[in-house]
Every structure is written in C-alpha cells, then in structure tokens.
C-alpha cells in the first residue's frame, strides 16, 4: 500500500479512532441505569485519554450538565466548550486558585476546613455566595473531611457562610468489588454524613457505584471508565455491558524475515523458534502501549490483529516500535504501509490489552499518547 499524502494521518506512525456516538450510548445506558440520579460525567485525565473537549461537547449535546475534572487546567479547557455546564473540581480548592476558578465559573470539592475557610473567605472578599461541593471522607483516606470534621462544620452555623453547598460527595474505595464490605460501610457512612446537612443532593457513586444497585446513586452519579466502555467491575473485563469507544492502529514500517535462532529487539528476548516473518509497527511504550504488554522467551506478550487474524507481540516493546510475529498470516500478506490493529474494534479488547500489561484500563486509556493521529467519529444528531 502506498500512503496517501493526503491523509492527515499518514504523517503518524498510530491512529486512534474515537466514537463519540459510543461515548453518548454509553451515558444514556447509565442515565437509564440509574434512573432518579442526575447522570454526571467524569472527564478528568483529559476525558480519559479521548480528548476532554471533544468528550465535553459531545456529552452536552446528548444532555449531559454537570462534569467532574480532577485540576483547575482541566475545568478551564471543558469551559471553553460549554459555558454553561456544571463543572465540578475533584482536587478542591488549591490554595490560591480561588479567583481563577471563580473567573472560569467553577466550583471547589472542598475536602478540608482550610479549604472551606479559604472559599468562604473569597465569597466575603467578593460580597457574593460562592457554590461548592463538600467532599467527607468514608474510608478511602485520600480526599475529604474526616467524619468528625464534617460533624464540627456542621454544628458551627458560620462554618459555612458564604459557600452554598450543592452538593455533598464522597467516593468509594472497593466498587470494582461489588462484594466487598467496605462498600456498604461506606454507604452507611455517608448515608450518616448526609443527615448532618439535610437538604443538599448526594453524589457517592462512580461508574462501579451505579452498578452496585440503586442504595448507591443518592441524587447524582459521577461516572468515568464506564462512558469510555472501559471496565467498572473487576468482572466488566471478561464481560463488559458498555459499548468500546476508542480503538487504535499502528502502521507496518517493515515485513522482515527473520531466520530460526536470531532474536528480536532490545535485550534480545525473544529468539525465533522457526523461520519467521516479522512486522514492525510504528506505536510502542511513547504511546501507551505499555512495555509489559511485550514478548520474552519466558512469557508471552499480548497480540495485535490483522486482517481478522491474531498476531502475537515479538520481543520487548521498544519506546515508538513493536514487532509482530505475522508468519501464520494468510494471503493478502502484511506489508508495509498497512495497519495492525492494537486494541478494540476489529482488534482485542482493551481489557486484554490491560491484562497483559498489568494494568487496568483506566491507565491504558489514561496514558494514550500525544503522537497518534486522532480521527473522531461524529455523533449523528
Ligand atoms: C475518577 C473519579 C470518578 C469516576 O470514577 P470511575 O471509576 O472512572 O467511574 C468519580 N468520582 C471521583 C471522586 C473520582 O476521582
């Protein structure tokens, strides 16, 4: 195949190919899911490696209002494409950011005392009620008041003044585990927590919440993995209800025939049992595809797909190429200029994918690199 100059791709070793149309399916099935709950979406990491404006734009036409980022750069990017979302910052309030966050309409998880005091102060400073989300702890040790801080702003009437809470928020720590006990603890927790502060709406579940059962949604539900048809159950690997969004390719730069007994790439760790024909693509670790996806004479790595066959990895993943063993390949052979396909549609599941590097699909998508080419499917409307 001779690539086609015209092709805004043909200049990148990698294509992702992003459906938007599979983004919004998979909100509506949660939005259906949990029925009663205002469907949130978690966009931070840049919409889970997808693309954070693309992702913004397209949920807000399905409806979606309300986005959960992670830092203030990231709310200040969704706000350029929706001036009037909701957008939610999970870090809180970092200090000093206030006026910034303010200037961009958005609104703090504040997790600690000195957080709230900080918010309050500014909404003093500027002679208006600032919105903020208050994030209580449950177990998770990570962001958010404890409990007994919770219970002291609770009790002290001008703990608050200022700040109208919207919304009050905690996280769980085990939902990929629907059995384990620390999620009903949890749910005990802040379904007590809830009862300091009557009247404001509850948010608990992520994308693994929604699918514990109604007790998790309270009035608001903040999902990420899900909507990108990444796995939310440690059980969604084998068997996964929501749709793929993200699939990618890497180019063939050569076909080379490799002899019986020589070994392939760094570290030589790979010797060819047999005569072998070998396909080197343009995409390694610099992309995402993680180095422990890879190939050694003791352990064998993860596949790539082409033309609807399998195709074993090689050797190690090196930083920007990966080697395929393509010998079994039937006619048309591989050559270059073509396309192995390194995960989703037509290719192996990113879950696979995941499994073979140690990792769960969260880092995978996470981690998608800045050098593929990204061709996004429109949402038809
Ligand atoms: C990332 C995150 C979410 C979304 O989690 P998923 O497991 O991707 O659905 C929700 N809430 C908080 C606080 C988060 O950090």
């Known amino acids: 195949m001779i690539p086609d100059a015209s092709d805004p791709g043909a200049r990148c070793g990698a294509r992702l190919t992003i459906d938007l149309e599979a983004v ?70 970092i200090g000093g950011t206030g006026p910034d966050l303010l200037a961009h309409d958005l609104t703090p998880a504040l997790g600690s005392p000195a957080e709230i005091a900080e918010w309050g102060a500014l909404a003093r400073r500027s002679g208006r009620r600032l ?72 948010s608990l579940a992520n994308s693994a919440g929604i699918f514990l059962g109604e007790a998790y949604h309270h009035d608001l539900v903040r999902p990420g993995i899900a909507l990108y048809g990444g796995a939310a159950l440690d059980a969604h690997s084998q068997d996964n209800p929501m749709r793929p969004t993200v699939s990618a390719q890497a180019r063939i730069l050569q076909v080379r025939d490799v002899p019986a007994g020589e070994s392939i790439g760094y570290g030589a760790a790979e010797t060819v049992q047999r005569d072998s024909r070998i396909a080197i693509v343009a995409a390694g670790y610099a992309d995402g595809y993680h180095r422990r996806a890879g190939s050694s004479d003791a352990r064998s790595g993860a596949c790539g797909v082409f033309n609807g066959q399998k195709v074993q990895t090689i050797g190690r993943v090196s930083m920007d190429l990966i080697a395929f063993d393509v010998t079994d390949c039937a006619m048309p052979a591989p050559q270059r200029g073509d396309w192995i396909t390194l995960f989703g549609k037509d290719g192996i599941p990113l879950s696979a994918l995941a499994s073979h590097a140690g990792t769960i699909d969260y880092e995978l998508l996470t981690g998608l690199g800045a050098r593929y080419h990204r061709h996004y499917l429109p949402v038809r409307s």
């Open 131 to 202: 919105a903020a989300a208050l994030h209580v702890d449950t177990g998770m040790n990570r962001l958010g008041m404890r409990a007994s801080e919770a219970q002291a702003i609770a009790a002290d009437a001008r703990a608050l003044e200022g700040i109208d809470p919207v919304l009050i928020m905690s996280h769980l720590a085990c939902g990929s585990e629907p059995d384990h006990r620390m999620n009903q603890r949890q749910r005990t927790a802040f379904d007590g927590i809830r009862g300091l502060f009557p009247g404001i709406p509850g």
């Open 24 to 93: 919004c399916a998979n909100w509506i099935a949660l939005r259906h899911r949990a029925a009663g709950a205002e469907c949130a979406a978690a966009i931070k990491g840049n919409g889970y490696g997808l693309g954070l404006e693309q992702v913004v734009g397209a949920l807000s036409q399905a409806g979606c209002r309300t986005f959960f980022v992670a830092l203030p750069e990231e709310g200040f990017r969704a706000r350029t494409v929706s001036s009037t979302a909701r957008i939610f910052v999970l870090g809180g309030l």
